[in-house]
């Protein structure tokens, strides 16, 4: 007699650009032997989630090692209307060549994205329906993107309400959940004190993306070029982006540990992102390392011990 196999959930958290995290997680839980039954992601996460249920994963991987800050610059489609900095439909098109535009119901692996109404806000789940549908609204991140309009309500980013949707997993079966925290490092200052470097402190390109910015809000420009700070970062004020960037990790923060408390995952995977920018899409190949990394430190805590002996099929 053989008793039922114990269900994964792997419930992939929200954190921008370091999303890409979770491909290097996902990759090396395959490694370990281990698949999810069940992947719920949160903003970045249900895009790689969607991605990975539909079985194009290893393209975004592929797509992404090849990816430069000038294409990212390319796919930022600024504009001073429409609800967000950004209107997003270039890099919504970029993204959704990974995920296929078919109903979550046809799946090959059980899936969910999580999406917040802005005007009741209320958690959203997204279990049926359209994919492409799911991780759009999923990905909305305020006064970045625009609300998404989907079936008489206003949605955008799962963030606001659940940035790691352990609760979504079990709901839908799981009996052993792996998360993934991207906010789990302080926000703040303490990404520029760390030996790991913002790309402000380690003065990588990005003029290019100041003047797409002056360009787009010319009569403003004189202000547009106090947006990013210069000089001595120890001494400056806080830029637009620089205070959004920090003001969104400590938000992320706060939710991520208050969920977490209240429904904890039986596994817990925490990479050190707090470096990354939330629009650092680029910098994927230190994120997807990283992801590994993460993976490594829970195994070598022993935190796979239990999951590993409890997927095998017990028989009598």
């Not at 990212?72 to 270039?90: M, P, Y």
């Not at 100041?210 to 420009?221: C, E, M, Q």
């Not at 429904?263 to 470096?275: K, N, V």
Request: net charge negative; aromatic share 4%.
């Amino acid at each position: 007699m053989s008793s039922r196999k114990a269900r994964i959930g792997l419930a992939l958290g929200s954190g921008s650009a370091r999303g890409w995290a979770h491909i290097g997680v996902i990759h090396a839980l395959a490694k370990l032997g281990i698949q999810p039954d069940i992947v719920c992601g949160s903003s970045i996460g249900a895009l790689v989630g969607a991605s990975l249920a539909c079985g194009r994963l290893d393209k975004l991987d592929a797509w992404l090692a090849d990816l430069g800050l000038r294409d990212i610059l390319k796919l930022i489609d600024l504009s001073i209307s429409g609800g967000g900095l950004i209107q997003g439909n270039k890099l919504a098109q970029a993204f959704y060549h990974y995920v296929d535009d078919v109903d979550i119901d046809s799946l090959p692996m059980a899936f969910g994205a999580v999406a917040t109404d802005v005007e009741a806000g209320r958690e959203i789940w997204f279990r049926e329906g359209s994919l492409l549908d799911a991780v759009h609204a999923s990905i909305a991140i305020p006064g970045l993107f625009p609300p998404v309009r989907h079936q008489g309500r206003w949605l955008v980013d799962g963030s606001l309400v659940n940035p790691v949707p352990v609760s979504m997993c079990r709901a839908m079966g799981a009996d052993i959940v792996i998360a993934v925290n991207l906010n789990s490092e302080l926000p703040g200052n303490k990404a520029r004190a760390a030996e790991r470097k913002s790309r402000l402190a380690l003065n990588l390109p990005q003029n290019e993306l100041i003047n797409k910015i002056a360009d787009t809000l010319a009569p403003i420009r004189e202000r547009i070029e106090t947006i990013l700070p210069t000089g001595d970062e120890a001494d400056h004020s806080p830029g637009m982006f620089e205070t959004m960037n920090a003001s969104i990790d400590i938000m992320q923060d706060r939710i991520t540990k208050s969920r977490l408390a209240g429904d904890p995952p039986d596994i817990l995977i925490s990479p050190h992102l707090a470096h990354l920018g939330w629009l650092e899409f680029d910098r994927s190949e230190e994120a997807i390392k990283e992801g590994k990394q993460a993976v490594k430190r829970a195994l070598s805590a022993g935190a796979f011990q239990t999951l590993l002996s409890a997927t095998e099929p017990d028989t009598q």
